[in-house]
């Protein structure tokens, strides 16, 4: 069974960093695409960053330049690194993955983690 387990979340100040980790386990053949969401109170989740097996990545406008996501591929684990935190950037964070497949002729398959509350408050 596939199982997302992120960690990393809590309480920061405004212009502090954050990093989010997000570790991906079970049987696992490939993954396809690894990324982050989040979703603020009375708002649609949206995507934050993303990046794919072929090597690009994907920001939202409202975070390139402060946050960077990077994976370890060995450990199925995605990172997101977020500086210069803002007010607007409080919201649940929920890691993603998509066309997961667990062995080489499975269906692809897409997960969300539980969530992990990022709060820029002074």
């Known amino acids: 069974q596939v199982q997302l387990v992120e960690s990393g979340g809590g309480l920061v100040q405004p212009g502090g960093s954050l990093r989010l980790s997000c570790a991906v386990s079970?049987?696992?053949?490939?993954?396809?695409?690894m990324g982050w969401y989040r979703q603020a109170p009375g708002k649609q989740r949206e995507l934050v960053a993303e990046?794919?097996?072929?090597?690009?990545?994907n920001y939202a406008d409202s975070v390139k330049g402060r946050f960077t996501i990077s994976g370890d591929n060995a450990k199925n684990t995605v990172y997101l690194q977020m500086n210069s935190l803002k007010f607007e950037d409080t919201a649940v964070y929920y890691c993603?993955?998509?066309?997961?497949?667990?062995?080489?002729?499975?269906?692809?398959?897409?997960?969300w983690g539980q969530g992990t509350q990022v709060t820029v408050s002074s």
């Open positions: 993603n993955v998509e066309g997961l497949r667990v062995g080489p002729h499975s269906l692809r398959r897409g997960y």
């Open positions: 079970g049987s696992i053949f490939s993954i396809d695409v």
């Open positions: 990046f794919t097996s072929g090597g690009s990545t």
